[in-house]
């Protein structure tokens, strides 16, 4: 199964082994339980629960214990759901980064580091103005738009609470999958900090480019 | 130790010999033409020697031809097959940028004598 629940450790570079030296995020993925099947019949839609990460016993809620009781299963600290690539996933079962290859293609969901009140230039992109010259717009937003309309557009860019987003980065390169010491290597950056959970899941981008190609 | 440490060290050689810049080596390197492989050699002076870990990389520095040609190689790269020392060089700083824009004479670097 493509689908994995891991910790982002950090950043570094490898050798691939037709020599490239590529710049991987280092996840520290599985192994995982999976702690729940849900089917149509019962719950109205196919999917597979996995829990990833050890959790005292006295910490887990009454009603995620009760949920764990009732599957069998050890209780575990963060628990996902996902809805494809899921045949014959049965509960109980410990999936690993066995199931992935180098060269695979993969979706990595996180919680984007927070920014804080931010400015319009680290928010949206900004260019910002003058530094000097008499300039008096450094690192404003500068017009919020048409006077005439004597409002301001909604959606329109503004500083504010930048980052803690859940945010996904598709169609990512898996350069190495080392099941022994359970580490998932991915080409290029992934949301979120170091230490937090991140989401591994099968590309939806190369699934459709692979089904449009037949 | 943690685990991107542990990562960096596994793909670190061993058998890279002690080299600075100035010093004149040889690079074996693997090249790809086609759908074949084989090694070629480059030999030059070290102009630079720079970064650590994986990413420590060298450039070498020869006149092919009357037409200067400088290449980089990652000294930890697959790619790189053997690195050899073949003369010590003395140069009184690291990086011999100095060199792009001498020509003949001026552009050599004194050699050291090394007891073999």
Redesign the interface.
Known sequence: MKNILGRKVGMTSVFTDDGRHVPVTVIEAGPCTVVERRTKESHGYDAVALGFGAIKKTRVTRALAGHFKKQGVEATRFVREFRSGIDGVEVGQTVTVAGFEPGDRVDIVGISKGHGFAGGIKRHNFSGGGASHGSMIHRQPASNGDTNAGRVVRGSRRPGHFGVDRTTHQNLEVVRADAERNLLLVRGPVPGAKGALVVVRKSVKAASAAAEAK | M???DV??RE?LKSNVPEFRSGDTVKVYS?VVEGDKERVQMFEGIVTVRKGGG??EAITVRRVAHGVGVEKTF?I????VEKIEVSKRGIVRRSRLYYLTEKIGKAARVREKKVAR
Do not use: A, D, E, T
């Open positions: 943690n685990v991107i990562l960096n793909q693997k994986g990413k990652l930890h790269s697959p790619r």
